[in-house]
């Protein structure tokens, strides 16, 4: 494998895996530091809201600056953010009040940092030797690693080590993944500066908005982005909260690890298939094959009828994310103008960070309300809708490759 792809997918395994880390053990951290559980909980919702604003916003400045320079940017901030707790609890001591600081200051490179990195995909794929199918079945793969290898990591290192050094392990992470992606030429991540995005003008807010209006008037991107947006809401919910009180009702908390171990293994499988097999066959039964395989996965974790049968869904649910993770990303390669990815993948990942608390509290109102069997029915059912649009929406019947990048005036009017 060239210098390319393996500097971009080694630098996102280790900055996801350095999330990872980060999201089991900050709250421990903040727990045994603060001896506050809503200290930990404060310092999850006062980042919330900045990361998802950095998210729509930062698009905009990395539509206007080399790719390569974003992510890296973006995975500094994200070390610095951590790394610098450490030192403060040297110096002065930590507080609340600091875990939050540097929590908002993280936060300005968590989602920006993902669509920074993002941006560079078509980069890669011609300057990298490899298939836009390989890349992305690789990516999800690497992104199933660093699900399973990241809890486990948190745990072990939590019990071996103390908060401070494991901060500037999970600091490291995201140092390693700067460093890494500065291997990759200047060059490769280059904006074009005579396309159409050099005729751009006016200010960063109307920027952002032409990247809005290209999102919401293209109905490809349009039902994509809605399709994932469902996934991820049913997702977050079962493994956010109706799993976690299922397996404590049945006096078996620790099955919620195996079935999180399930699916990131199926979602692993699935990668990997779609890496070696994605350039076969029609794109359109990979798609069908994705959406059916995941109702069917959503359905038996849903059903909650035994834990050997909710382990299966996670499989099932896993390989399908796989297989449909690495298509919707090729997808996403080939029909977001060049010079608006940053604002519309920027958007994107906005609303997934969004929905995945509201998930969450979605899945709490119906098990108060409605009892955990109804709940998980419910949030299952989520899918069907998705289901059926995914297979009868006219914009998504034909996803082999378009003879010719679309003009940014198709984009923002296409279906009009």
């Not at 001591?93 to 993002?118: H, K």
């Not at 490899?130 to 890349?135: G, I, P, T």
């Not at 958007?347 to 409605?370: C, D, F, K, S």
Request: proline share 5%; with cysteine; aromatic share 4%.
């Amino acid at each position: 494998m060239k210098i390319v792809p393996f500097a971009y997918l080694t630098s996102y395994l280790l900055s996801l895996l350095g999330n990872s880390i980060a999201a089991i053990a900050l709250p421990l951290i903040v727990l045994q530091t603060t001896g506050s559980v809503m200290g930990a909980g404060a310092v999850a919702a006062a980042t919330a809201v900045p990361a998802v604003a950095a998210g729509l916003l930062m698009g905009v400045v990395i539509d206007r600056i080399n790719r390569r320079t974003s992510s890296v940017v973006t995975d500094l901030i994200s070390a610095v953010a951590i790394g610098a707790l450490p030192v403060i609890d040297r110096i002065s001591g930590l507080t609340l009040g600091w875990f939050i600081l540097c929590g908002i200051v993280g936060s300005l490179g968590d989602v920006p940092g993902i669509t920074a990195r993002e941006t560079l995909l078509p980069a890669v794929v011609r300057h990298g030797g490899v298939s836009a199918e390989r890349l992305m079945g690789l990516r999800e793969a690497l992104g199933a690693v660093g699900l399973l290898l990241g809890p486990a990591a948190a745990g072990t290192l939590m019990v071996l080590l103390d908060g401070s050094t494991v901060l500037w392990i999970t600091a490291g992470t995201s140092l390693a993944a700067a460093l890494l992606t500065l291997l990759i030429p200047h060059r490769v991540g280059a904006t074009d500066g005579t396309g159409a995005g050099a005729a751009e003008a006016g200010s960063g807010w109307s920027q952002l908005r032409v990247g809005w209006r290209a999102l919401l008037g293209s109905r490809f991107l349009l039902a994509t982005t809605l399709i994932s947006l469902a996934s991820a809401l049913v997702l977050a919910s079962m493994q956010g909260l109706v799993l976690p009180v299922h397996f404590s009702l049945t006096g078996e908390p620790g099955m919620l690890g195996f079935v999180l171990t399930a699916l990131a293994a199926g979602m692993l499988l699935g990668g990997a298939t779609y890496a070696a097999l994605g350039t076969r066959g029609p794109r359109r039964v990979w798609f069908v094959s994705g959406l059916l395989g995941t109702a069917v996965g959503f359905a038996l974790i849903g059903s909650l009828a035994s834990t050997p049968i909710v382990l299966a869904g996670a499989v099932v649910a896993g390989v399908s994310g796989g297989l449909f993770g690495g298509l919707l990303g090729v997808l996403m390669i080939e029909r977001i103008p060049e010079h608006l990815r940053g604002r519309i993948l920027g958007t994107q990942n906005a609303l997934m960070t969004a929905v995945l608390p509201a998930g969450i509290v979605a899945a709490a109102l119906l098990t108060e309300y409605a009892g955990i069997r109804v709940a998980a029915v419910a949030l299952a059912s989520l899918w069907l809708p998705a289901l059926l649009f995914g297979l009868f929406a006219r914009p998504l019947r034909n996803l082999e490759p378009e003879p010719r990048a679309m003009p940014v005036r198709e984009v923002v009017t296409e279906g009009a």
